[in-house]
Each structure stands twice: as structure tokens, then as C-alpha cells.
């Protein structure tokens, strides 16, 4: 079972500001990475697949990086809706999340 | 348009047992792989089972193993879960998901949830 962490817990940023998301793997996961924005009472929203890839609609401030087992999720620019908790998943093999990380206004 | 539709939730007592619908469309469901995700009210979300396409390979977390049964019926697009042997700590939001591929993948669509409240 591959276990997925993330750091930090809680992002404290102001608007227009970047924000850098880690996720790291205790196994390699090759680019099989994904990440997910989610708000209060809403399902997750697909960000990034393929560990760099931007899925359809999301907006060029969000990109990822990364491979095997560190990952990094970057928001440039951030903006008033971009607060939010954002998940990592691994894919490789049956999924396992990340515990989250909280973005919020500083 | 893809559609993810969860049902089934609601409360239940511990020990008994609760089974859960998704009812999806817009897409061939033989062609994907399905989980089902869970959150507690405050927590993380939480991988709980999957399933591959046509259901010859199923998985499931260690904190539900040999209590809750995943399936699927392709001709009627559906998945199921079936929740046996209910916790206290089972309480949470479940979310049927799609995974992209025909085994495992990352998801790219969710339903909106189904609470799942165990307690006395």
C-alpha cells in the first residue's frame, strides 16, 4: 500500500501570492499523480492528472510538478476562489489520498 | 454530460447494515473503472473500494475489508456498495466516483454524496 502525505497542513497566503503544495509518496508512483481542489459542501474537483497535467478548464495558475515520490502543486497568483483544501491521489495502483492541505486568507 | 447520482444513505445503528446506489449516465460505464470515496464531516477524504470494468478485480481499504461489498451492473449502469457490520466510525459523506481507465486511474468525475450516519 502506497501512503501519501502532505505538508502543510494549513497554507496561510494573501491574494496574488504563490502557493507551493506538497505531496509525497512512501513508494514510487511514476507520474501517476493527481490533485483535487475541493470547497465546503462541494465533491472534489479534478486540477491536475498525469502529475503535471492540467485537466479541462482549469485555469494556467494551477500547475504541478514532480515524479516518483515528491510533487509539488503550485497556484500562482493566488485568487479569492482558490481558497480551498486541495487533495493529492495516487494512482499506480488502487488510489490512496493525501490528508489535505487548507489554503487560506492570511 | 457525465452524471454521478448517489443513494441510499441515511442513519443507521451500529452493527446493522445499509446498501448504496450510483446511478450514472452520459458515458459508456463498461469502458471505466468505479470507486467509492469517503469523508468524514471535517476529515480528509478516504479511498474505500473499486472496482475494475467488468469486475473481475475489486479492492478494498483495510478499515472496511470483509464488511462492505463493492459491484456492478454494466447493463443497468449502476454500482453498488453494500456496508455490513456498521460502525460509528463508517459515518461519513460517500462519494461514487469514476476512475479513468478500465482498472485503476485517477477520478475525474464525482457524484455529490450520500451521509452515512452510524450511531445508537
Known amino acids: 500500500e502506497t501512503v501519501m502525505t502532505q505538508s502543510p497542513a494549513t497554507l496561510s497566503v494573501s491574494p496574488g501570492e504563490s502557493a507551493n503544495l506538497s505531496c509525497r509518496a512512501s513508494?514510487?508512483?511514476?507520474?501517476?499523480l493527481a490533485w483535487y481542489q475541493q470547497k465546503p459542501r462541494q465533491a472534489p474537483r479534478l486540477l491536475i492528472y498525469?502529475?503535471?497535467t492540467r485537466a479541462t478548464g482549469v485555469p494556467a495558475r494551477f500547475s504541478g510538478s514532480g515524479s516518483g515520490t515528491e510533487f509539488t502543486l503550485t497556484i500562482s497568483g493566488l485568487r479569492s476562489e482558490d481558497f480551498a483544501v486541495y487533495h493529492c491521489l495516487q494512482y499506480t495502483q488502487w488510489p490512496s489520498f493525501g490528508p489535505g492541505t487548507k489554503v487560506d486568507l492570511k | 454530460e457525465v452524471q454521478v447520482v448517489e443513494s441510499g444513505g441515511g442513519w443507521v445503528q451500529p452493527g446493522r447494515s445499509l446498501r448504496l446506489s450510483c446511478a450514472v449516465s452520459g458515458f459508456t460505464f463498461e469502458d471505466y473503472a468505479m470507486y467509492w470515496v469517503r469523508q468524514a464531516p471535517g476529515k480528509g477524504l478516504e479511498w474505500v473500494s473499486g472496482?475494475?470494468?467488468?469486475?473481475?478485480?475489486?479492492a478494498y481499504a483495510d478499515s472496511v475489508k470483509g464488511r462492505f461489498l463493492i459491484s456492478r451492473d454494466n447493463a443497468k449502469n449502476s454500482l453498488s456498495l453494500q456496508m455490513d457490520s456498521l460502525r460509528p466510525e463508517d459515518t461519513a459523506f460517500y462519494f461514487c466516483?469514476?476512475?479513468?481507465?478500465?482498472?485503476?486511474?485517477?477520478?475525474?468525475?464525482w457524484g455529490q454524496g450520500t451521509l452515512v450516519t452510524v450511531s445508537s
Open positions: 498525469g502529475a503535471s
Open positions: 472496482i475494475n470494468w467488468n469486475g473481475g478485480s475489486r
Open positions: 466516483a469514476r476512475g479513468r481507465g478500465y482498472s485503476y486511474g485517477y477520478i475525474d468525475y
Open positions: 513508494q514510487s508512483v511514476s507520474s501517476s
